[in-house]
């Protein structure tokens, strides 16, 4: 086959768009930090970064949902705190209305802050997450729980379920607890079931009528054991979601560091690639210059 002088320029001009290109993508991974510029760099490699990406994505989902419930329930165990703390205060002043030597005007006395701490308790009730939502409602969130009928009538207005998050692919944790087991359906001496509110309602009446408040001791301990039973299961939920979220991190840092092998570039194989091209371009466009020259004319 006979080889023109137009055929040799063609071939070379070729051979120096290819090393620029090569030099240009090997630029670009440089410029990105990224060895993987298109799918077709690497299919396998692509298939499986996105895999990854898609992993972390959702983990970063789990982390948020985390974040939300653990505020959600140490707002709940808080709560419950100052329930537990301002119902005990309500069992010494039954303690000491119990007390033979308290006339009728010491037992009002007494009363008057049972009710005052009746209405704490209920406001705790009521209360809301960082949210705005009510904690003790259930899925309804935006219904404040219990509503003050007068005359020791309180009424539960969400209903029973817990809500739940996601804070891994295969675990679910309760992120609130009904209102109606913490506060209603409460086992009481007399038989039958009452409400903490009611409980503390008929102290105050009792001891505003010179009473001494019958079994309340009793049924105020049973309000406070489901208080704090409650409280023990909040608290053991935290942990739980304190550990899930260290499981979390720990995978987030070793996915990284997979899809850093898979992507990342080696900066120090790069620059010596680099280096290479760069001098065979230069090569490539020195003997391009002297082809150009290689023509019967510049012979005669």
Request: charged share 25%.
């Amino acid at each position: 086959m006979r080889v023109s002088t137009q055929m040799m320029q063609r071939i070379a001009v070729d051979g120096l768009l290819e090393r620029q290109s090569t030099l240009s993508r090997t630029q670009q991974q440089l410029a990105t930090g990224k060895r993987i510029l298109s799918p077709s760099d690497d299919p396998t490699g692509t298939t499986q970064a996105l895999a990854f990406k898609q992993q972390l994505v959702q983990n970063e989902q789990y982390n948020s949902n985390i974040n939300q419930l653990k505020s959600r329930l140490e707002a709940e165990e808080s709560v419950l705190e100052g329930v537990g703390n301002a119902l005990l205060r309500v069992r010494e002043l039954a303690e000491q209305g119990a007390n033979d030597n308290y006339d009728i005007q010491s037992r009002t006395n007494l009363a008057t802050e049972v009710r005052l701490l009746l209405d704490e308790v209920l406001g705790l009730a009521n209360s809301k997450d960082g949210r705005g939502e009510y904690l003790f409602s259930g899925y309804q969130s935006n219904t404040e729980p219990f509503v003050d009928g007068g005359l020791g009538n309180y009424s539960y207005q969400g209903d029973q379920a817990q809500r739940r998050m996601q804070i891994s692919p295969t675990r679910e944790v309760e992120s609130s607890d009904s209102g109606s087991d913490i506060f209603e359906n409460l086992d009481i001496v007399a038989g039958g079931k009452q409400n903490v509110f009611k409980t503390i309602y008929d102290l105050a009446t009792d001891l505003e009528a010179n009473s001494t408040g019958g079994n309340i001791l009793a049924d105020l301990d049973t309000a406070l054991d489901s208080v704090f039973t409650t409280r023990a299961k909040v608290g053991a939920r935290i942990n739980a979601v304190d550990a899930q979220d260290q499981i979390n991190l720990q995978y987030e840092t070793q996915t990284k560091a997979v899809l850093s092998e898979i992507e990342d570039l080696d900066y120090a194989e790069a620059v010596g690639r680099l280096n290479v091209e760069l001098a065979g371009l230069q090569a490539a466009q020195q003997s391009f210059q002297r082809i150009q020259n290689l023509s019967l004319f510049n012979a005669l």
